[in-house]
Nanobody, 118 residues
Framework: QLQLVESGGGLVQPGGSLRLSCATS????????MGWYRQAPGKLREWVAQ??????????NYADSVRGRFTISRDNAKNTMYLQMTGLKPEDTAVYYC?????????WGQGTQVTVSS
């Protein structure tokens, strides 16, 4: 069973940057779609960004709230997906989860806390 482990969260000041990583237990070369979600206290989990592979080309999509500030990427050789976050705002505070869809089954990591505060 595919396992996902997030890391890289922490406390950062507004305007700062963080890079989240999502390490997988097996090759992600065959996983077409991977993404990041987040859940703030008292709110529903929301989609943040997604990367989809079509042959040798990767496509990225972003929620409007993070477009231009966050960048999703994947390194198939390292079996890892990343989320580079810049220009962080207090409203970005949440637990961030990585997600993968493989052969019709959706897998989730345990989450990593990101807190944006001065």
């Amino acid at each position: 069973q595919l396992q996902l482990v997030e890391s890289g969260g922490g406390l950062v000041q507004p305007g700062g940057s963080l890079r989240l990583s999502c390490a997988t237990s097996e090759s992600i070369g065959s996983i077409l779609t991977m993404g990041w979600y987040r859940q703030a206290p008292g709110k529903l989990r929301e989609w943040v960004a997604q990367t989809s592979s079509r042959g040798s080309v990767n496509f990225e999509n972003y929620a409007d709230s993070v477009r231009g500030r966050f960048t999703i990427s994947r390194d198939n050789a390292k079996n890892t997906m990343y989320l580079q976050m810049t220009g962080l705002k207090p409203e970005d505070t949440a637990v961030y989860y990585c997600n993968a869809n493989k052969l019709g089954t959706t897998y989730w990591g345990q989450g990593t806390q990101v807190t944006v505060s001065s």
